[in-house]
């Protein structure tokens, strides 16, 4: 029924459904939802000895609570640009160090906010379901070619856009599950 084009090209599909929901888990995790999340300082870049350095390959991140983020220099002397990068990103948190170690206190958002977070998160998961459409189309195409070159009948044209579909509902199906939890876990007081 399926030769090792169609295999092929369902495996092609997978994996970049899997690129998509991987970079949708990676966008909810830089969402702060009022609790403390070390990723939340991926983005921030600092200045370290003249080259722009992201902070997490300068420390050690930790969130000893849920509403502190605790920042472990490895080279003490990189304190005072830690802190102006941290200062200069747009995460509206406010740092204090005592030398050694720097805090950041993350305050739980207004409503307001809340239901910014969660327009903002149901917008990713729509750029990702668009972005799952387009390669299913891309695969479709590719079918389509297989059929018009006469390497596919008309019938397993019929089953693969079937399967094609399945697999896509599938992966829709876990962006839908991760944006629901994260609705809860930003919407929770």
């Known amino acids: 029924m ?3 084009k169609d295999v092929e090209l369902y495996a092609d599909l997978k994996a970049k459904l899997q690129k998509q929901i991987d970079h949708f888990a990676s966008e909810l995790l830089s969402i702060r939802a009022g609790r403390a999340n070390p990723r939340l300082l991926d983005k921030v870049m600092v200045d370290y000895y003249g080259t722009m350095t992201p902070l997490p390959q300068m420390a050690n991140i ?4 849920p509403r502190t983020i605790m920042v472990s220099l490895w080279d003490i002397s990189m304190l005072k640009e830690v802190l102006k990068a941290i200062q200069a990103s747009d995460l509206g948190l406010n740092p204090s160090d005592d030398g050694k170690v720097i805090r950041l206190y993350v305050p739980s958002p207004t409503e307001e906010r809340r239901k910014e977070l969660v327009k903002m998160v149901k917008k990713f998961a729509e750029d990702s379901r668009i972005n799952m459409r387009n ?13 018009k070159n006469s390497e596919i009948t ?3 044209l019929a089953l693969a856009e ?5 697999i896509l509902n599938n992966y829709t199906d876990q962006v839908d599950k ?3 939890d994260k609705e809860k876990e930003i ?3």
């Open 2 to 4: 399926f030769n090792n």
């Open 62 to 65: 930790s969130a000893p609570d």
């Open 135 to 147: 390669e299913r189309r891309d695969t479709l195409d590719e079918f389509k070619k297989l059929k």
């Open 154 to 156: 008309e019938d397993d």
């Open 162 to 166: 079937k399967e094609v579909q399945k």
């Open 178 to 180: 991760m944006l629901t």
């Open 187 to 189: 919407m929770e007081i």
